[in-house]
């Protein structure tokens, strides 16, 4: 049974009322009942024909009749509701972006559609794993090194990547380099171009700069 999806967002032509935006998800009906896929292979093609010309009636078909499919399909690679429901408004997006360069010959329109959903599916599944052991490897350092041991093994890694959100660019790409992709600092430096005590000093700056953050955050609110 594929999951229900709101009532199609994608009418009027324009990138905010297409729903394209990040604050304005798809929203999923809570009674799961059976959505009902288009299933003549000509009528979808011809949808994406016209979805290639940027006609949003017809991405508002082809959204009501697969979204379901669609979030299924994403819904068993990431098994998350919030990451799925971001994945399929950019499956969308990418249907509405390359409906052209859709080929008969090569196989259905469905399985088109899916294999993008599937791939999107996939690149953020593997995008949140290394994220998962990115902060691993952060909060291990962070309470390893002297400078920064007081911080709890513990601390939550939404309140780490809400932490890390708020250093500046220039340490987030170094702490990125060094503890997500497994760079040394000085292969760091030379990716970005810096002197070797100037990433340093950035790792070091973001790494207090985070363990404050987590120290505000575990402290109990004043009534």
């Known amino acids: 049974m594929t999951p229900s999806i709101a009532p199609s967002i994608f009418a009027m032509p324009t990138l905010r009322q297409l729903g394209w935006l990040a604050d304005e998800r798809v929203i999923m009906n809570t009674d799961h009942s059976e959505s009902s896929p288009l299933s003549d292979t000509d009528n979808v093609t011809q949808l994406l024909e016209r979805i290639s010309k940027r006609d949003t009636q017809a991405l508002s078909a082809l959204y009501d009749a697969h979204a379901g499919l669609l979030m299924s399909v994403i819904m068993a690679v990431l098994k998350d509701k919030a990451e ?7 499956s969308f997006l990418t249907i509405w972006n390359k409906a052209g360069m859709y080929q008969p010959h090569l196989g259905k329109p469905t399985s088109w559609m899916v294999t993008i959903a599937k791939n999107k599916a996939y690149d953020r599944y593997r995008k949140l794993v290394r994220q998962s052991e990115g902060m691993k490897v952060l909060k291990d350092n962070m309470v390893d090194d002297p400078v920064t041991s007081n911080v709890s093994p513990k601390a939550d890694n939404e309140e780490l990547l809400e932490g890390f959100k708020e250093l500046n660019e220039d340490q987030k790409k170094a702490i ?3 503890f997500y992709q497994g760079f ?12 070797l005590g100037t990433v340093k000093a950035r790792i070091r700056r973001g790494l207090l700069q985070l363990k404050n953050f987590l120290n505000n955050k575990s402290q109990p609110k004043s009534r």
Not at 84 to 90: A, G, N, R, T
Not at 184 to 195: F, G, H, N, S
């Open 84 to 90: 799925s429901e971001d994945i399929l408004q950019e």
């Open 176 to 178: 990125e380099l060094v």
């Open 184 to 195: 040394t600092q000085q292969e760091a430096a030379t990716k970005l171009d810096a002197p």
